[in-house]
């Protein structure tokens, strides 16, 4: 069974850091694409940035430039480094495991940013 823990959530000011981990167990992690999604209060779920099982990487254009996501296949966990949040970026942050027809998520961590 696919189980994906997303943790490193929290509130931090305006300008601040955090970084989410996304630990996955129950799948063939190398395979499959990584994403991070966030939804806020009121507001359908939003993509924020990808990590291929083949390395490349993409991003929304809200956050690139600020978040840095990352992959280690050896511990099965996807990154997100975010840097210079801002109160925008306040949503529930989760992460998702995709391959063909086949997609899992995460339970999410909650990201607050005060200004």
């Known amino acids: 069974q696919v189980h994906l823990a997303e943790s490193g959530g929290g509130l931090v000011q305006s300008g601040g850091s955090l970084r989410l981990s996304c630990a996955a167990s129950?799948?063939?992690?190398?395979?499959?694409?990584m994403a991070w999604l966030r939804q806020s209060p009121g507001k359908e779920r939003e993509f924020v940035a990808r990590?291929?099982?083949?390395?490349?990487?993409d991003y929304s254009d809200s956050v690139k430039g600020r978040f840095t996501i990352s992959r280690d296949n050896a511990k099965k966990t996807v990154y997100l480094q975010m840097n210079n949040l801002k109160p925008e970026d306040t949503a529930v942050y989760y992460c998702?495991?995709?391959?063909?027809?086949?997609?899992?998520w995460g339970q999410g961590t909650q990201v607050t940013v005060s200004s």
């Open positions: 129950g799948l063939t992690f190398d395979l499959w694409d």
């Open positions: 998702s495991a995709k391959f063909g027809r086949y997609d899992h």
């Open positions: 990590a291929r099982w083949n390395g490349t990487t």
